[in-house]
């Protein structure tokens, strides 16, 4: 509740994505209190998601959105059911933004234009599947990584954080292969016994940023 009536706007923020994983009654007392002061037009989204979630319902699509992308055959069939899971209020959506550019003055970077996510197929995998916690620079703006990004691990089967990381890789501007099913089994398990968030430089000491 203290994050949620504080004076800066980028900690009400991060109280509001908070409260969105929370019971609902605990959630919507934190969300209750963050409308006591001013909700910015950045932080209306995750607001509106937090409050979706919590009361068990999806939000109505804006508009209908034609899907392009050069994919096709299975990898096509990833890359769509990516495109939905992406979209649940409280997975990616929340804090990376529809159209994948992140709120950058909440301190969550983009999936835009970044070799973070169009580079390594391990070091992407081993990210969703355990989550990042610490600072980092994404396309040459630092992050303090406050908040961690949540490990959808014990979350997704396979094929589901195949279909986000190929969904990710092939929107917002980005173009790279589609990451398979049987390589996030292969990153499971060689990661199996890694515990906690992995912080950024840690994972770049084992997959250096490309060029």
């Known amino acids: 509740l203290k994050a949620a009536s504080d ?17 609902k009654a605990k959630g ?37 959105e034609r899907v392009a992308t050069g994919l096709s055959g299975a990898d096509r069939a990833l890359f769509l059911k990516g495109k939905t899971i992406y979209a649940k209020e409280g997975y990616c959506i929340t804090c990376h933004q529809p159209d994948g550019k992140g709120l950058p003055a909440a301190g969550f970077p983009p999936l835009a234009q970044t070799k973070w996510v ?12 355990k989550g990042l916690h610490g600072p980092m620079t994404v396309n040459g703006t630092k992050y303090a990584g406050q908040v961690p990004m949540t490990p959808f691990g014990g979350m997704l089967k396979d094929e589901e954080i195949a279909a986000i990381a190929t969904y990710v890789r ?11 099913p049987q ?28 060029k």
């Open 118 to 129: 169009t580079g390594s197929e391990d070091r992407l995998v081993s990210v969703i599947l």
């Open 170 to 180: 092939n929107s917002f501007g980005n173009k790279a292969p589609a990451v398979s």
């Open 7 to 23: 004076s800066h706007g980028r900690v009400r923020l991060e109280a509001i994505v908070t409260a969105s994983w929370l019971p």
């Open 28 to 64: 919507m007392e934190i969300l209750d209190e963050a409308t006591k002061h001013s909700i910015d037009d950045w932080m209306q989204d995750a607001y509106r998601m937090a409050v979706a979630h919590l009361d068990g319902r999806a939000i109505a699509e804006k508009r209908t």
């Open 183 to 210: 390589k996030v089994k292969a990153v499971r398990a060689a990661t199996k016994n890694k515990t906690g968030f992995y912080a950024p430089a840690d994972l770049l000491k084992l997959y250096p940023l490309e």
